[in-house]
């Protein structure tokens, strides 16, 4: 069986892609079998549902979303061979930027959207930068300049990626992943797999439902910010900034330098 990873923030469009997509290659008589890992609540099962497609969600809860993932996907994938699908595709709701979902020897798809700001490409992390595959979507509600700014930054975090603009609405660029995906690599199990990127390190007094703030509670894994010392006060000169001395504010209708 065939598996794929697909990874993104909430609400970029990667089930609207995916569904279009499988329902692409069901046309071509390949059946696909989705799994979407969750936090708190999805409807995207019912949206699969809708369109044809065999799908189930996992809802990790109070529990770190990045390990559910790993801890299930032995059984993600079982339910997936399960249903005689041919192609097994994992979407997940981006997990927490820091790490990633991708598998080494499996096909990895990245999904993003032009409205996540100038900058989102070197904030999203592993999941983008080991990805194979960076879909784009909603780049009809920007300009070409912007699209072309945007693609630049995401070959900045990621050299090797092929990049796509890609529609769920429209089915823009629908055809071409459809023939991706039924090219994944073929995988006997995931069992023995590896991540592409380590998760991080999680095993503290928070991470036991603890509460309470402060030093005296935290346990385990605690790493600790180094803040830079704060400038010493000079109430002399905070007197006569607010007075209106030099890099002071100015009254109303005044400009120029005081005599």
């Avoid at 970029?12 to 008589?29: D, E, P």
């Avoid at 699209?147 to 609405?169: C, D, K, S, T």
Wanted: proline share 6%; aromatic share 4%.
């Amino acid at each position: 069986m065939r598996l794929v990873t697909v990874a993104g923030p909430p609400s970029c469009g990667k089930t609207a892609v995916l569904s279009r997509a499988c329902g692409l290659l069901a046309a071509r008589g390949v059946r696909t079998a989705v799994i979407k890992f969750d936090c708190l609540q999805t409807r995207d099962a019912d949206a699969y549902a809708a369109a044809g497609i065999t799908a189930v969600a996992a809802l990790s809860g109070g529990l770190c979303p990045d390990h559910f993932f790993a801890t299930n996907l032995e059984e993600a994938w079982d339910w997936a061979a399960g249903t005689g699908a041919e192609c097994c595709v994992i979407e997940t709701a981006g997990l927490c930027n820091r790490c990633s979902p991708h598998l080494r020897g499996a096909l990895a798809l990245c999904v993003v959207d032009n409205l996540m700001g100038i900058d989102a490409p070197e904030k999203i992390g592993p999941m983008l930068r080991l990805a194979d595959m960076v879909l784009v979507t909603k780049g009809d509600l920007v300009s070409q300049a912007e699209r072309e700014v945007y693609r630049h930054r995401i070959r900045q975090m990621n050299g090797r990626a092929l990049i796509r603009h890609i529609n769920g609405l429209t089915g823009q660029g629908c055809q071409e992943l459809a023939t991706v995906l039924s090219r994944a690599p073929d995988i006997a199990t995931v069992t023995d797999m590896r991540l592409r990127f380590a998760m991080p390190a999680a095993v503290c007094s928070y991470c036991l439902s603890e509460t309470r703030i402060g030093a005296r509670y935290q346990k385990g894994n605690v790493r600790k910010a180094e803040f830079a010392p704060v400038p010493a006060r000079d109430p002399e000169g905070e007197a006569a900034y607010a007075a209106g001395g030099p890099g002071g504010p100015r009254e109303p209708g005044v400009s120029g330098e005081r005599p």
